[in-house]
């Protein structure tokens, strides 16, 4: 039986995917070279993996037998090599994380600094996308794994909690409020607001939290993403409500960060994957770097 290595990426990548476009361009080969892989490994087999038809490509009933010995192969040669460190230096692979945007500078690009320093040669692709794709993104194993607030009541994910933050107002430093200790979310209906956009998941959690309360906020600007919304209050458009994390402090820093309470509205930060399944060596290491610094953050170190 003559199997190789690259058929049994290939392999896994289609059935991953449900594609041999998307498997192709994530294993960055031309779709027939991919095809040509898998095709080996058929023959090396000597039955077929797929049901093939002009619309769409799944596994066959060998496939979905073969496909847990196909992962655990591939885990246990991966597993092997992460743990020699005299070797980690020639790696090579590619992780996909899902992230939403206020985290990556939190503490995902620490991680990543790290995990780039003790893993060179392997790629750490960042998806940077709203709560909600990144749901998607997950659940159709287009990522590893993601980073997000959402995905606590799906079924098919597991939700791994990180850290907590509650929601603050970011403001100029110059500002009116940057002097106070604690704002009340009622209180900023006196000031022009950036505000999150109606549809994202940030704007779901605030919404939740005061509906009732009946709060008129004032809104000059909105926006979909948390960044974008402290770029615009450093600019001077006006306050916004951001998860305390996202906010730079200290060093040349233009905004400062007042609590904001009647109520607290707090998220939780986690992980996200499919439920059963197990993460590439390389994307554990990764995952494990990513738990290390969120519990740093929340330590405040």
């Known amino acids: 039986m003559n199997i190789d290595l690259d058929g049994l990426r290939a392999f896994v990548a289609v059935a991953d995917l449900g594609s041999f476009r998307a498997a192709a361009e994530a294993q960055h080969l031309s779709q027939p070279a991919l095809s ?32 847990p010995r196909a992962r655990h192969v591939l885990n246990e040669l991966e597993g092997a090599l992460l743990g020699m460190a005299d070797l980690s230096d020639r790696l090579r692979g590619q992780v996909t994380v899902a992230c939403v945007p206020s985290a990556v500078g939190s503490f995902v690009s620490q991680a990543l600094r790290e995990f780039h320093a003790q893993f060179p040669r392997i790629r750490v692709r960042v ?27 799906e079924p098919d994910l597991e939700f791994e909690p990180l850290l907590q933050e509650d929601f603050v107002v970011a403001c100029p430093v ?11 979310w009622a209180e900023l209906a006196d000031h022009e607001c950036v505000m999150l956009a109606p549809g ?21 600007c909105e926006v979909r993403h948390v960044p974008a919304l402290l770029d615009l209050v450093e600019a001077g458009i006006g306050v916004g ?3 305390r994390f996202a906010v730079p ?34 994307a554990q290491a990764f995952h494990d770097m990513l738990v290390r610094r969120a519990r740093a953050k929340s330590a405040g170190r």
């Open 36 to 67: 040509r892989r898998v095709e080996k490994l058929e023959q090396g087999l000597g039955f077929r993996l797929f049901d093939r038809t002009t619309r769409k490509v799944e596994l066959n009933a060998m496939g979905r037998s073969f496909i």
């Open 127 to 153: 998806v940077d996308d709203s709560a909600t794709e990144i749901l998607l993104a997950v659940a159709r194993a287009e990522a590893d794994f993601g980073v997000t607030y959402l995905g606590t009541q």
């Open 174 to 184: 110059g500002h009116a409020l940057a002097r106070r200790r604690r704002v009340r």
């Open 200 to 220: 994202s998941g940030n704007r779901m959690l605030i919404d939740q939290a005061l509906a009732g309360l009946q709060v008129p906020l004032r809104w000059a």
């Open 241 to 243: 409500p951001a998860p």
């Open 249 to 282: 402090v200290g060093g040349p820093a233009a905004l400062v960060s007042v609590p904001l309470v009647e109520p607290q509205v707090v998220r939780t930060i986690g992980m996200i994957r499919r439920r059963g399944r197990p993460l590439s060596p390389a």
